[in-house]
């Protein structure tokens, strides 16, 4: 019970943020033994479809140069099936002079619900109780009225709306030593169009390098 609770809760939270932001982070971690700020970040975008990895790593790439950092995306030199091999990798890296290496994919999906119960409003005023028992309201007592009132009633169907939540990681690393610098795990709710849902995720990303003193 209290799991389900806590899922419920959660994604009303997520509900609530969506008119800013779909994504918010569930958990993010920065070593203390990196003291220094990234200056040029090679982004590696690991996704299904390349039209989705070009607009993820070009929202990066446009996201961080507000922030004075240079991103260089990866699929102008890095083809997605050498994506897993790390002596590529590494050669690009350091052909593009890069000092970190983000790499972001999707790791989970589910579907969650929420369920309005629903409601009956009616109006302030009806039958009551007082010192000699029960008394029906002045309006009861001619049937006109008394019909007309009904009227007065709402009624509000129960529903349920679904809302897919996918859970994404986020890494960065120091091109010298291949250590981590930085890690996120987020959560995004998938709804409406593919490109505002990239930007919001990214800015929540900056975000939190920028809260971590890294940008």
Do not use: H
């Amino acid at each position: 019970m209290k799991k389900c609770i806590f899922r419920l809760a959660m994604v009303s939270a997520v509900m609530l943020l969506s008119a800013c932001s779909s994504t918010v982070v569930t958990g993010s971690w920065k070593s203390p033994d990196f003291t220094g700020k990234i200056q040029e970040v090679y982004i590696i975008g690991i996704a299904k479809q390349e039209s989705t990895r070009r607009i993820f790593e070009d929202e990066f790439r446009r996201q961080l140069a507000s922030y004075g950092v240079a991103g260089v995306v990866s699929y102008a030199d890095l083809p997605m099936s050498t994506e897993t091999n790390q002596d590529a990798i590494a050669a690009k890296v350091k052909m593009n002079g890069a000092d970190s290496v983000l790499m972001a994919r999707a790791v989970g999906k589910r579907t969650e619900q929420i369920v309005n119960p629903g409601y009956v409003s009616r109006p302030g005023y009806g039958s009551g109780y007082g010192g000699d028992g029960y008394f029906p309201d002045p309006y009861y007592r001619n049937y006109g009225s008394y019909y007309a009132r009904s009227y007065d009633v709402v009624y509000q169907p129960a529903t349920v709306s679904e809302f897919e939540i996918v859970t994404v990681e986020a890494n960065l690393y120091n091109a010298a030593s291949g250590e981590l610098i930085w890690s996120a795990q987020l959560e995004t709710m998938v709804e409406g169009n593919l490109g505002k849902l990239i930007v919001d995720f990214v800015a929540t990303v900056t975000k939190d390098l920028k809260e971590k003193g890294l940008l």
